[in-house]
């Protein structure tokens, strides 16, 4: 506040500082120019006088050459017309030249308008006879005038008196008079013009004895103090010009008084702007500061504490409870089938639903809680002060159920769950990196159990985590050491009992655990994304046992493999096949691949394009695991696939289960309709075979078939011999039936 009133002084006194600097440079700048118009119109004035005077003192020349010609005639002139004619056009400006013998005018020229000036008495009968009698006193010329005259025009008269000697003894002779209109001298001058650019100007004469100034001329324009007067000097009298040229410089002041009020308001707040800058730059850097702490420590679009603010905080719980005591719980989410709504509907409508699911979850704990978003569909929850371990169950269970009410987005309603594990503190870990280890732990182990689904860590869960990363670094090894190989189960048509096709499985040579199935490492390779690179190592083994039939010169067998979801998100997968089929020189008919039907419901547009791309290829594609799923025969339809393989799960049913035998003949049946071909997976009784033969089932596979052989014994394979044409298999019918013995 002190700095705002200090910065508010400084601008006020420099404001009033440059106003008060800008209105003294308008008066100087006023003044010089009031001073450089006085100037110019001194030189002005100086300039029409000395034209009066010039163009004055030229015409009264003209009663001297007159009083000249007088004297050399002895008083005797001649033809005075023409010598005044002569004169008068000579000189100029002259109205009329007079000789007026003993001051009585006998002679006129021009006489025409003039008739009446003949025989006038100068010394008696004028009215200016005054003048006349000073010029014979004085013996020099003198003016009347200027006057108004009878012609309506200002004129002067100008008396030259004239002496002649007689007997060396000079007398009066007479006047030689001129007439001058005064509009004709001032012709030979600037002034109409001056006149007419708005300059004023006053003729005026002082009179000698009355000391009275006459007016005898002026513009209409008044003049103004500022008038500039000089003195033209005249016979027997002084003439006074007076001009001025009226400048307001009214217009300039406000606009001196505008510039100087705009100058001062800008430097005024370019100051104020000076001083205030470190204070805005403080408030700036604050919020800044602000901003920074918002998005180092919380999540931008949920507003919740991010995973570095949330850690620091657990750690600074933790070691509260180290200090005093007490215990915490710490709730790890993920959002179950966030990433298909995320996909289907949009980046805009995920974001709200994150922002939907971060607001029930605050709406859910306590204020002493603590909420955070740690990327993704990830939330944690750490709720202090817990009570028991009852309470963090109800506390979760309400969490599921608030998640788990439909959000409204742009275009229609979401529903989605949440799987959480918990961890407890100090029980489960004493820092803040251990209980979201542990948290992470339990939370999976929700979505293995089905997800929707709450799970308390215990030790059993890091075991199995580390289990899961030793794991993982074997399988790096294997593949580098090539301890993976493949067996090959054969699929054989039940019409006839002879090999098909084979079905490519994988088998591991753990140097210290022996030969492992699939499904003692499958998941741990999906989850790390080793599976891809062992994926193409299975289909080109696949190839090189296809090559082997071939070299053998034998009827060579397709070759089925199963594909993982990671192997469908490839984009390249598709033309990486395609290079390989051609380098082992391979039909791609030969090629068999199976994808799961949960796979393909899973990503449906996805994986239609691989199917697409693979098809176009010659590839054979064969849905596996068929009615475990949720695919619709509509859907069914639109996929372009060759070969439909019921899962087991209903096959090993099928002696003791009317409700599987029927599923799988209208599985069969409904599969013929569509076109396609049926395989039955997991036949391990005879009269398993018998009934799955009696449906109409085109092949099948099993351990009743045939094991899982390695590519030596695959290569002498060529079917089952109790289902050869000889062999007649009895069927049974639905109301005898009775369990076989299993022979496998």
Excluded at 535 to 554: D, H, K, P, R, T
């Amino acid at each position: 506040m002190l700095t705002f009133r200090l910065s508010s002084l400084y601008t006020l006194m420099a404001f009033i500082c440059i106003f008060a600097a800008g209105s003294y440079y308008t008066y100087l700048n006023i003044e010089a120019r009031h001073k450089e118009q006085q100037r110019s119109m001194e030189e002005v004035v100086s300039t029409q006088a000395s034209a009066i005077e010039r163009h004055l003192t030229h015409s009264l020349s003209s009663t001297y050459i007159l009083a000249q010609e007088v004297r050399r005639s002895n008083g005797r002139f001649k033809d005075f017309n023409s010598f005044a004619k002569e004169v008068m056009q000579t000189i100029g400006g002259v109205s009329s030249l007079q000789l007026a013998p003993n001051g009585i005018t006998q002679q006129i020229y021009p006489l025409a308008g003039n008739e009446k000036g003949i025989g006038h008495n100068l010394l008696l009968s004028d009215t200016r006879s005054k003048e006349a009698w000073q010029a014979i006193d004085s013996k020099t010329l003198t003016l009347a005038g200027p006057f108004m005259l009878v012609q309506g025009r200002m004129g002067i008269l100008v008396r030259n008196p004239v002496f002649l000697e007689n007997n060396g003894e000079p007398y009066f002779w007479g006047f030689a008079t001129a007439l001058l209109y005064l509009d004709d001298l001032l012709s030979f001058t600037a002034i109409d013009q001056l006149d007419r650019k708005g300059y004023a100007f006053e003729l005026s004469r002082l009179h000698p004895d009355t000391k009275q100034m006459t007016i005898f001329a002026r513009s209409s324009k008044d003049l103004t103090e500022q008038q500039v007067r000089k003195i033209i000097k005249v016979p027997n009298g002084e003439w006074f010009l007076a001009m001025d040229r009226p400048i307001n410089f009214t217009l300039q002041i406000m606009l001196g008084t505008l510039l100087s009020l705009l100058t001062a308001g800008l430097f005024s707040l370019l100051i104020r702007r000076i001083l205030l800058e470190p204070e805005r730059l403080r408030a700036l850097i604050k919020i800044q500061t602000s901003r920074l702490e918002q998005l180092a420590f919380f999540d931008e679009l949920t507003g919740l504490a991010n995973r570095r603010f949330l850690t620091e905080q657990l750690d600074q719980a933790m070691l509260n409870i180290r200090r005093g005591g007490g215990g915490l719980a710490l709730l790890y989410l993920d959002l179950d089938d966030f990433k298909r709504i995320n996909d289907s509907t949009g980046h805009h409508d995920g974001d709200r639903l994150l922002i939907e699911v971060a607001q029930r979850l605050k709406a859910t704990v306590r204020e002493c809680d603590l909420v955070g978003r740690l990327g993704g569909d990830e939330f944690a929850v750490v709720l202090m002060h817990i009570e028991s371990v009852e309470h963090v169950r109800l506390v979760a269970e309400k969490i599921i159920v608030n998640i788990g009410l439909p959000v409204q987005l742009a275009q229609n309603e979401a529903i989605v769950g949440a799987s959480i594990g918990i961890t407890l503190a100090p029980q489960d870990g004493i820092s803040s990196g251990e209980l979201l280890r542990n948290a992470d732990l339990a939370m999976y182990e929700s979505k293995r159990a089905g997800r929707n689904q709450l799970s308390f860590y215990n030790i059993a869960m890091q075991e199995q985590a580390l289990y899961s990363i030793r794991l993982e670094e074997e399988l790096r090894r294997a593949l580098v050491r090539e301890e993976f190989s493949l067996v090959f189960q054969p699929i054989v048509a039940l019409s006839n009992g002879l090999t098909e096709k084979f079905e490519a499985l994988l088998r591991w040579h753990q140097p210290e655990r022996g030969m492992q199935n699939p499904g003692s490492f499958i998941k741990i390779a999906e989850q790390t994304g080793l599976i891809v690179p062992i994926g193409y190592w299975v289909i080109e083994a696949a190839c090189g046992f296809i090559q082997q039939q071939m070299q053998a010169e034998l009827s060579v067998k397709p070759v089925a493999v199963n594909l993982s979801v990671c192997q469908l998100r490839e984009p390249e997968f598709a033309n990486r096949v395609e290079a390989l089929l051609a380098r082992c020189q391979i039909t791609p008919s030969l090629l068999e691949l199976e994808i799961t039907e949960s796979m393909l419901m899973e990503n449906v547009e996805l994986a239609m394009m691989l199917i697409a791309n693979l098809r176009r290829l010659g590839i054979r594609i064969s849905i596996d695991d068929f009615g475990t799923g949720y695919s619709s025969l509509s859907q069914l339809r639109l996929v372009p696939v060759d070969i439909l393989k019921i899962d087991r799960s209903f096959i090993i049913n099928l002696e003791t289960s009317p409700i599987d035998r029927q599923m799988v003949e209208a599985m069969t049946i409904m599969v013929h309709k569509l076109g396609l071909k049926v395989v039955a997976e997991g036949i391990e009784t005879a009269a398993q075979l018998r009934f799955l033969k009696k449906i109409g089932c085109d092949y099948g596979q099993g351990f009743l078939l045939a094991r899982p052989l390695v590519p030596e014994q695959a290569l002498q394979y060529w079917g089952f011999a109790e289902l050869a044409p000889s062999e007649q298999i009895p069927m049974e019918t639905d109301s005898e039936w009775r369990p076989a013995n299993n022979t496998a």
